[in-house]
């Protein structure tokens, strides 16, 4: 087997046993004062102030989409503000109605993971979990603003043929036909999370829905944390599992008849299953300073895979750094 193929297996072990513990542990529940989201950051964040701690390293996220690289990680921030039942979670804004140590019942608004993927500066490619796009010299799409893909034919005219290497994922031509202007929005997904909090991890459910008319579907998501604590370093493992609606899938990996020169290549995406393992290690210099290393795996559902604009079966995303808390 190869080595790459064991290292994953080793982060999914970890994470599928993180996840008997819990269950194990369900009995005890945690005397903590931590609520909302921030137990598994072993992050109290006092009402009215604002965390924020930055990691600077190297770092990449695999880039599902055949046509577009890889996005590069080389800063990534992780910011929380709570006021009242009124909180901000890197990219999740959510208004609590049930806040104790041991569980929490919140309404929140965020943005689709997916549309990250046509822009590097998308805030889930520099933060820690999904969140709002920033400007900067190039500037980032509005909400609902076209992001274009690279695939519209040269200015001179003449064929276009971009690479295609689908490996064994799907039996596919090795020549792409003509892309024309392919455009994806980002959209606000709204709905409600559920987190049950226990001494040894944490469980995290959440329903959410397009609010912008985008995608116009809809997402489950179910997740299971772990932290190990050791003497000088902690690890934080996570299992995950997210299914996506056949409308929020189609619209950012379906592909309609107008978009291409080959009817063969029209695609629509049914709704379906990813699941994904994270583990992330931290090791503190000082009360300020930690070094850090993440990794996580995310496999694709199959729907996805079959779409003619992915070439991979899995993603896999990865930091090493150092990270300071101001």
């Not at 995608?215 to 299992?239: M, Q, R, V």
Request: hydrophobic share 35%; charged share 20%.
């Amino acid at each position: 087997m190869p080595d790459f193929n064991r290292f994953i297996l080793f982060y999914l072990g970890i994470s599928i046993l993180s996840v008997l513990m819990i269950a194990q542990a369900n009995a005890s529940q945690s005397d903590s004062s931590c609520t909302v989201a921030s137990y598994i950051d072993d992050l109290c964040v006092e009402d009215g102030q604002f965390e924020l701690s930055v990691a600077l390293g190297y770092g990449r996220k695999q880039n599902p989409y055949q046509y577009r690289d890889d996005i590069p990680l080389v800063v990534l921030a992780d910011f929380n503000f709570y006021y009242g039942n009124w909180f901000i979670d890197n990219g999740t804004v959510g208004y609590s109605f049930r806040d104790t140590p041991h569980s929490s019942f919140n309404v929140i608004a965020n943005l689709a993971d997916d549309s990250a993927y046509f822009h590097q500066w998308h805030l889930s490619n520099v933060t820690t979990s999904q969140s709002v796009s920033t400007p900067d010299e190039t500037q980032s799409p509005d909400v609902g603003e076209p992001v274009e893909d690279d695939l519209s034919p040269p200015a001179s005219g003449g064929g276009f043929t971009p690479p295609i290497n689908k490996g064994d994922s799907i039996d596919q031509p090795t020549v792409t036909p003509l892309m024309l202007d392919i455009e994806r929005k980002i959209a606000i997904n709204m709905g409600v999370e559920y987190n049950r909090f226990y001494e040894h991890g944490a469980y995290h459910i959440r329903l959410t829905h397009d609010v912008s008319g985008v995608h116009k579907g809809y997402g489950l998501a179910a997740e299971a944390s772990y932290p190990w604590a050791f003497t000088h370093l902690k690890l934080i493992s996570k299992l995950g599992l997210h299914y996506k609606s056949d409308n929020w899938l189609d619209y950012y990996y379906g592909i309609n008849d107008d978009e291409t020169n080959d009817p063969r290549y029209v695609y629509q995406a049914a709704g379906g299953f990813s699941a994904f393992a994270e583990m992330t290690a931290i090791y503190p210099i000082n009360s300020n300073w930690s070094l850090i290393s993440n990794f996580k795996i995310e496999r694709l559902s199959q729907d996805v895979v079959d779409s003619p604009l992915v070439n991979r079966k899995s993603l896999t995303k990865w930091f090493t750094g150092v990270s300071y808390h101001f």
